[in-house]
C-alpha cells in the first residue's frame, strides 16, 4: 500500500508564509511528478506547482514569483514554500504523487493522492 500525508497547512495573515510538505511511503518503485493541487470552495482543483524527478518545475501563472516547490527524492517528499500569501490562496491544498509500482515484469504508473490540508489567508 502507498500513503501520501501531506502537513504545515493553517491559518496565515496576508503577507506571510506557509511551508507544506507532502511525504510518499510504501511500495513503491519510483515517483515521477509530484505536484500540489488546490481547491476553494465552490471552485473546481486545481494545479498549483509541480517538479518532476528531475527538477523541471511547473506554477500556474498566480503563484509565480511567491511559490516554490521543491522535492527530496530520497525521502519522496515534496514542499511548497509559500511567501507573500493572499487571500485568493485560500484552499484545501492536496498533494498528487505519479507513483511506479512493479507488477511482475511491468511498470505501472499510478496517481495517489494526500488527504489534503488547509490553507486558510486571512486579509
Known amino acids: 500500500q502507498v500513503q501520501v500525508v501531506e502537513s504545515g497547512g493553517g491559518l496565515v495573515q496576508a503577507g506571510g508564509s506557509l511551508r507544506l510538505s507532502c511525504s510518499v511511503s510504501g511500495s513503491i518503485r519510483s515517483i515521477n511528478a509530484m505536484v500540489w493541487y488546490r481547491q476553494a470552495p465552490g471552485k473546481q482543483r486545481e494545479l498549483v506547482a509541480g517538479v518532476t524527478s528531475g527538477g523541471i518545475t511547473n506554477y500556474q501563472n498566480s503563484v509565480k514569483g511567491r511559490f516554490i516547490v521543491s522535492r527530496d527524492n530520497g525521502k519522496n517528499t515534496v514542499y511548497l514554500q509559500m511567501n507573500n500569501l493572499k487571500p485568493d490562496d485560500t484552499g484545501v491544498y492536496y498533494c498528487?504523487?505519479?507513483?511506479?509500482?512493479?507488477?511482475?515484469?511491468?511498470?505501472?504508473?499510478?496517481?495517489?493522492w494526500g488527504q489534503g490540508t488547509q490553507v486558510t489567508v486571512s486579509s
Open positions: 498528487n504523487a505519479q507513483g511506479v509500482v512493479t507488477h511482475g515484469p511491468l511498470d505501472v504508473e499510478y496517481d495517489y
